[in-house]
């Protein structure tokens, strides 16, 4: 093999002439042009929810329901004898649900020498804040939809002067009372979806998504694709594609399920934590009081400053439409 040729003598080389970060560096340093986020920013549910106005700060809304059916033999107690005379009968009324639109904001400040700079991959500093944080103010609602526990319920006045309780709290799915159910393995089983789901049609519903924390999902395509289910396939032996997913479910009940994946859905090791829900998303609405929006402050220094953000609430038109299983663990 031939040898390391020689260091040429007194050669002025790169270092020589020094790079960055060397302070006495002349050669130019090597920044690409770009920026890369790589927090996700998908929040599925908030995102395709139906859009509606939320005209006060407590935003309300009403239920009914019809006679209930007892079936079986005391089915025939639902005839009515002929020539029979006026007898009233109990009627029932609407009864009405309350959520709280919650504030959620992110405060930008930015100062005017650094947007008069030249950052790699951003036009302009404080417009690259602005944008982040509408995305940041999305996973803050998305994260309250789906959270459980105590703290899912709606809070609408605040204790003494505390900055923590001095703001109403909107209730997510769970705190508006929706369909619930544990499991006692703490794992996701196809059993306990039927089971829901059953409930479910039962109801009345007419669910259309399952929604999975990631950690549920990898349980659920686990078990579906195990013992030879055959669910695990090659697609075209020319593709060398291998397929372990399950996008579609159906249940014995006729009801057809999109399999989502949402990353804010809790879940953890306490027998407490959710797992999935399984619900109508036409249900769902994000009621506005405030849109999304941008609201630039004035000027009071050498600096731009404004405020990102959206005053909303959700609306599930009737809580039974949706429904959580708990106690699922990762």
């Not at 009515?80 to 009233?88: H, L, R």
């Not at 020498?113 to 804040?129: L, S, T």
């Not at 593709?239 to 399920?257: C, G, I, K, M, S």
């Not at 399984?278 to 405020?307: E, L, N, V, Y």
């Amino acid at each position: 093999m031939p040898g390391t040729p020689a260091f040429l003598t007194n050669a002025f080389s790169s270092y020589t002439a020094g790079f960055f970060p060397n302070a006495t560096g002349v050669n130019h340093e090597d920044l690409a042009d770009i920026v890369t986020i790589l927090d996700s920013f998908q929040t599925p549910l908030f995102s395709s929810s139906p859009k509606i106005r939320a005209k006060d700060v407590v935003h309300s809304w009403t239920v009914d329901s019809l006679v209930a059916l007892s079936g079986g033999t005391s089915a025939s107690s639902y005839g009515t004898t002929e020539a029979a005379d006026f007898s009233g009968d109990v009627l029932t009324g609407p009864s009405r649900i309350m959520n709280m639109c919650q504030i959620f904001s992110r405060h930008v400040g930015v100062s005017d020498r650094e947007r008069a700079a030249n950052p790699a991959g951003i036009r302009d500093m404080y417009e690259h804040q602005v944008m982040k944080e509408f995305k940041n103010i999305a996973r803050f609602c998305e994260a309250r939809i789906w959270q459980t526990g105590s703290g899912a319920t709606a809070n609408t006045s605040a204790s003494g002067n505390s900055a923590v309780a001095n703001f109403p709290k909107m209730a997510g799915i769970s705190g508006l009372g929706c369909t619930t159910a544990g499991t006692a393995c703490g794992q996701v089983t196809t059993a306990d979806i039927v089971s829901l789901s059953q409930t479910l049609f039962n109801n009345g519903a007419e669910p259309d998504s399952i929604w999975f924390a990631p950690g549920s999902k990898s349980q659920f395509v686990n078990q579906t694709i195990s013992a030879g289910s055959g669910n695990v396939r090659n697609i075209a032996a020319t593709d060398q594609r291998l397929v372990a997913n399950v996008d579609v479910f159906e249940t014995p009940f006729n009801q057809l399920y999109s399999i989502i994946t949402d990353r804010f859905i809790p879940m953890g090791a306490a027998s407490g934590s959710a797992g999935y829900y399984i619900g109508d998303r036409s249900m769902a609405k994000i009621a506005f009081f405030r849109p999304p929006q941008h609201k630039p402050m004035g000027k009071g220094g050498d600096h731009t400053r404004g405020i990102v953000l959206m005053d909303c609430t959700l609306q599930l038109d009737h809580p039974s439409s949706w429904a959580l299983m708990s106690g699922v663990t990762a």
